[in-house]
T-cell receptor, first 114, second 114 residues
Framework: RKEVEQDPGPFNVPEGATVAFNCTYSNSASQSFFWYRQDCRKEPKLLMSVYSSGNEDGRFTAQLNRASQYISLLIRDSKLSDSATYLCVVNMIGSNFGNEKLTFGTGTRLTIIP | DTAVSQTPKYLVTQMGNDKSIKCEQNLGHDTMYWYKQDSKKFLKIMFSYNNKELIINETVPNRFSPKSPDKAHLNLHINSLELGDSAVYFC?????????????FGPGTRLTVT
C-alpha cells in the first residue's frame, strides 16, 4: 500500500459545480495532515491544514477520518482559478534518523471548465 | 521579498557533469528541505536539515551531497549526473522539524541532463 494515495484524475468539472477529492494514508500514527495546491510549473503552496474536527475556509472544506485513515477536500461553487493539482500531504516518520517528514500524494489534477 | 529562493531556475547539462543548486530562505526558519519532483509529478523528500544538522536522508544516492553553511542556506551538489536525475528540485523551509507546520517552497530548479 502506498504511504499516501490519491486518485490522479483528471477531474474536469463545470464552473460552479462542487467537487470532492479523497486521499488515504497508511500510517495510523500520523498526526498532521494538509492539502497543498500546485499550479502548472509552479511550486506547491499550502491550501489548508486538516484538523480532527474538520475545518472550512470559504468554499473549501477539509475532513479527517482517522478510523478509515482518509482525508477529504470539498470545493464548492468552483471557479476557473481553482484549476490546479491538489496534493494530499501527511506527516510520517522518515526512513532513518527517526525524524518526521511530510509525505506527498501524487496529486489530483482538477480542471474547471467555463 | 522572496521568502525561499533558489538558483539557478533552469539547469541543462550533460551526463557525467557535476552541478550545484543553491537555496536561501529569509523567513528565520530552523528547518530546510530538498525535494525532487519527477516527470510523473511525484514530489519526494530527499534531505532535511535543522539548524545545519542533517535530520532526514531518504536513501538518496551518495552522488547527491547537501550542505548547510548556516540555517538560512541549504545547497545541493550532484556529482556524475545521470539521465534519471532530470527533474524539478524544490527547496523548502519550515519553522521547525516537527512536520506540523506549513512548508514554504522555493520556485524550483528544473534540471535537464542530456
Amino acid at each position: 500500500r502506498k504511504e499516501v494515495e490519491q486518485d490522479p484524475g483528471p477531474f474536469n468539472v463545470p464552473e460552479g459545480a462542487t467537487v470532492a477529492f479523497n486521499c488515504t494514508y497508511s500510517n495510523s500514527a500520523s498526526q498532521s495532515f494538509f492539502w497543498y495546491r500546485q499550479d502548472c510549473r509552479k511550486e506547491p503552496k499550502l491550501l489548508m491544514s486538516v484538523y480532527s474536527s474538520g475545518n472550512e475556509d470559504g468554499r473549501f472544506t477539509a475532513q479527517l477520518n482517522r478510523a478509515s485513515q482518509y482525508i477529504s477536500l470539498l470545493i464548492r461553487d468552483s471557479k476557473l482559478s481553482d484549476s490546479a493539482t491538489y496534493l494530499c500531504v501527511v506527516n510520517m516518520i522518515g526512513s532513518n534518523f527517526g525524524n518526521e517528514k511530510l509525505t506527498f500524494g501524487t496529486g489530483t489534477r482538477l480542471t474547471i471548465i467555463p | 521579498d522572496t521568502a525561499v529562493s533558489q538558483t539557478p531556475k533552469y539547469l541543462v547539462t550533460q551526463m557525467g557533469n557535476d552541478k550545484s543548486i543553491k537555496c536561501e530562505q529569509n523567513l528565520g526558519h530552523d528547518t530546510m528541505y530538498w525535494y525532487k519532483q519527477d516527470s510523473k509529478k511525484f514530489l519526494k523528500i530527499m534531505f532535511s536539515y535543522n539548524n545545519k544538522e542533517l535530520i532526514i536522508n531518504e536513501t538518496v544516492p551518495n552522488r547527491f551531497s547537501p550542505k548547510s553553511p548556516d540555517k538560512a542556506h541549504l545547497n545541493l551538489h550532484i556529482n556524475s549526473l545521470e539521465l534519471g536525475d532530470s527533474a524539478v528540485y524544490f527547496c523548502a523551509s519550515s519553522p521547525d522539524r516537527s512536520g506540523g507546520y506549513e512548508q514554504y517552497f522555493g520556485p524550483g530548479t528544473r534540471l535537464t541532463v542530456t
